[in-house]
């Protein structure tokens, strides 16, 4: 099996900052992409961040230059630096990866469980 265990989530004041971490684990040949995605309340899921396992990343127009996505290949973990944030950052945030199994011949869509962040005063 492969598992997405993300955790670093919290409450924090506007202007503050955060770190979100994910690990996968598991039965596990490679990982392509890994990103990461956030749901606010009564709105849909919504793409936040992504990263190549070369190192491109891609980001949201709403988190540029305040977030950055980073990931650890040889700890098969991906991270979310989280500066400038403000009361509309407030959601739960999940981490995502295209994980390629041992004997399987294509990579599947993988998801954490969520960590909530809270932005308030």
């Known amino acids: 099996q492969v598992q997405l265990v993300g955790s670093g989530g919290g409450l924090v004041q506007p202007g503050g900052s955060l770190t979100l971490s994910c690990v996968a684990s598991g039965s596990i040949l490679s990982i392509n992409a890994m990103g990461w995605y956030r749901q606010a309340p009564g709105k849909q899921r919504e793409l936040v961040a992504t990263i190549t396992s070369g190192g491109s990343t891609m980001y949201a127009d709403s988190v540029k230059g305040r977030f950055t996505i980073s990931r650890d290949n040889a700890k098969r973990t991906v991270y979310l630096q989280m500066s400038s944030l403000a009361p509309e950052d407030t959601a739960v945030y999940y981490c995502?990866?295209?994980?390629?199994?041992?004997?399987?011949?294509?990579?599947?869509?993988?998801w954490g469980q969520g960590t909530q962040v809270t932005v308030s005063s």
């Open positions: 995502a990866a295209q994980i390629r199994r041992f004997g399987s011949m294509r990579s599947s869509d993988y």
